[in-house]
């Protein structure tokens, strides 16, 4: 479906997330896709695969919403990027079509270097996450915002990573896990967003604050 956007345009697709893993639970988990295009899109390409990622959710009900992580090929194969896309192919994706570009890559030691490379633009998601929250009057649309960004800070954690650690975190309690080996003190806030990213249930004025307090505090240990 997503090849009909263009002939010329997708270069690759994958999944990641806990589909890729196989630990998804019908109901609460997201069906997360990345694209790589073989080309900066069009306004008229962007609609396309806007339209396809649409439809994909309406036909997939199993599944609380449709992500599309989108990079370009330029970016993939550019040396500066090495530590991002190279990383995030390698050991997070699965090719579902097109050419896997993870083959390119060997496997990358686990280091705070490449968690930076991954999520260092937490600041910047987050403040747009808060921001969407707070003018966001659809109930169901503020609940799929919660949790996508309960996820992104989860994830976020690890750019906290200690520089000697010898693994990965994969699932969202791992990185919790992780991180409480550093931080213990902050379980009850880091436990607050592991429960709302899977039932987001909390005020909405709350959650914001919690989420800036949270984003603040992270760019304080960096």
Not at 58 to 86: I, M
Not at 196 to 205: I, N
């Amino acid at each position: 479906m997503l090849c009909d956007c263009s002939d010329s345009l997708i270069d690759s697709v994958y999944l990641h997330g806990s589909v890729a893993r196989g630990d998804a639970t019908m109901g609460r988990s997201d069906l997360d896709v990345t694209l790589i295009l073989t080309r900066e899109p069009t306004l008229q390409d962007n609609q396309a695969i806007e339209s396809v990622r649409l439809s994909l959710e309406s036909r997939h009900p199993e599944v609380t919403k449709v992500d599309f992580d989108v990079g370009y090929l330029a970016d993939v194969h550019a040396p500066e990027n090495l530590c991002k896309w190279g990383f995030w192919l390698k050991h997070h994706c699965r090719c579902v079509y097109g050419n896997d570009l993870s083959n390119q890559f060997a496997l990358f030691k686990p280091s705070r270097l490449i968690a930076r490379a991954v999520n260092g633009d937490f600041p910047d998601v987050l403040a747009a996450y808060a921001q969407s929250i707070e003018a966001e009057k659809n109930d169901i649309l503020t609940e799929r915002l919660k949790r996508g960004a309960s996820r992104k800070l989860i994830r976020a954690t690890n750019v906290l990573r200690l520089v000697d650690a010898l693994s990965w975190p994969e699932s969202l309690e791992e990185h919790v896990d992780h991180f409480l080996v550093i931080y213990p003190e902050m379980q009850p806030q880091i436990a607050f967003f592991l429960c709302q990213q899977q039932v987001s249930d909390s005020d909405q004025g709350d959650f914001v604050e919690w989420l800036r307090f949270f984003s603040a505090w992270m760019q304080r240990q960096i």
